[in-house]
């Protein structure tokens, strides 16, 4: 089992941004791919991107890619969102999630392991 733990979330206006980690434990960050979702009041929790276990490939949501990037560090057991360019409708709560399967999962179902969330807010 590993547990995952989110830092990094704030307060920003538009246009800034945003670095946001996920620290693991318990277990080796390269037996997973990994990503975030991110969940928003009274929605979904939506697929934000996503990185295989080498952190040789990634993929983003429509409404992200080309603003947010993610890199992971398997030495150091971490994960890293980078946010930029931010809208206020990029205000939600950012979740890290690890998954066993192969590829980069886009599903929430793909996912056994979730962290806390951490709070990002962009105001205009």
């Known amino acids: 089992q590993v547990l995952l733990v989110e830092s990094g979330g704030g307060s920003v206006q538009t246009g800034g941004s945003l670095r946001l980690s996920c620290a693991a434990s318990?277990?080796?960050?390269?037996?997973?791919?990994m990503a975030w979702f991110r969940q928003a009041p009274g929605k979904e929790r939506d697929f934000v991107g996503a990185?295989?276990?080498?952190?040789?490939?990634?993929y983003y949501g429509e409404s992200v890619k080309g603003r947010f990037s993610i890199s992971r560090d398997n030495a150091k057991n971490t994960v890293t969102l980078q946010l930029n360019s931010l809208k206020p409708e990029d205000t939600a709560v950012y979740y890290c999630?690890?998954?066993?399967?192969?590829?980069?999962?886009?599903?929430?179902?793909?996912?056994?392991?979730w962290g806390q969330g951490t709070q990002v807010t962009v105001s205009s």
């Open positions: 999630a690890a998954s066993t399967r192969v590829g980069l999962p886009t599903t929430r179902g793909a996912y056994q392991y």
């Open positions: 318990g277990r080796t960050l390269r037996l997973y791919a």
């Open positions: 990185i295989d276990r080498s952190g040789g490939s990634t």
